[in-house]
């Protein structure tokens, strides 16, 4: 597998035999308020992303739009908004791990996607294989190898080989309908 970098991703997947919707496609598009709603009707788990910079320094995102996708070889997605504060690190970051939120880490989504500078206050982690920090108490956490990223619209697919993986039972945080919820039924080792 290469290695690919956002930059080249256009000629990559046009190559590929990808197509670019032309304008009238765009013109056709919901209303991005119409569509927030709409697939806030799809309960999803929530995560932290984290990810070093050039320089070693951490860095941290509150992210719902992650997902499995690929068994053999275990890959990993992350979709991040390209206006964020992490986006360009990760566009030259070789790694960042996935961490998933118990429903008793409602307050560390707020810290990851809040404006302060410092996200990591007071915050208990440490390093993980790959150097990227773990969030202590964390449901499950997956450490990938960044071996793709393609653009689309205002986001973009950071695609990883998962290199480590591990998870505790428990409960986890879900987003649903713009709102922190958990699911109606905890499993009974929850209990
Ligand atoms: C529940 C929740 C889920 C989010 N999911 C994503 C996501 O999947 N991708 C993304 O780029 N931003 C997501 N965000 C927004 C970011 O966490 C963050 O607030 C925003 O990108 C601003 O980051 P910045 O201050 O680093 O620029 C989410 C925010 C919340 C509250």
Excluded: W
């Excluded at 991703?9 to 190559?15: A, E, H, K, N």
């Amino acid at each position: 597998m290469t290695d690919m970098r956002v930059g080249e991703l256009d000629v990559i997947s046009r190559g590929a035999g990808a197509t670019a919707p032309d304008e009238s496609t765009y013109s056709s598009f919901v209303d991005p308020s119409t569509f927030c709603a709409v697939v806030g009707h799809s309960p999803c788990g929530v995560s932290v992303v984290t990810a070093r910079d050039a320089d070693g320094c951490s860095h941290g995102i509150t992210v719902s739009s992650y997902a499995s996708l690929s068994l053999d070889p275990p890959m990993m997605l992350i979709c991040i908004d390209t206006r964020s504060r992490i986006h360009p690190v990760l566009s030259v970051a070789r790694s960042f791990a996935v961490n998933i939120l118990s429903a008793e880490q409602e307050s560390l989504a707020r810290q990851f996607s809040s404006r302060a500078d410092d996200r990591f206050a007071g915050i208990r982690c440490s390093p993980g294989k790959s150097g990227d920090l773990l969030i202590a108490d964390a449901l499950a956490f997956l450490e990938c190898r960044l071996v793709n990223a393609v653009r689309a619209g205002d986001h973009t697919i950071f695609i990883g080989a998962v290199s480590a993986a591990q998870a505790r039972d428990g409960t986890p945080l879900l987003r649903y309908r713009g709102a922190y919820t958990e699911p109606l039924t905890r499993r009974p080792s929850d209990m």
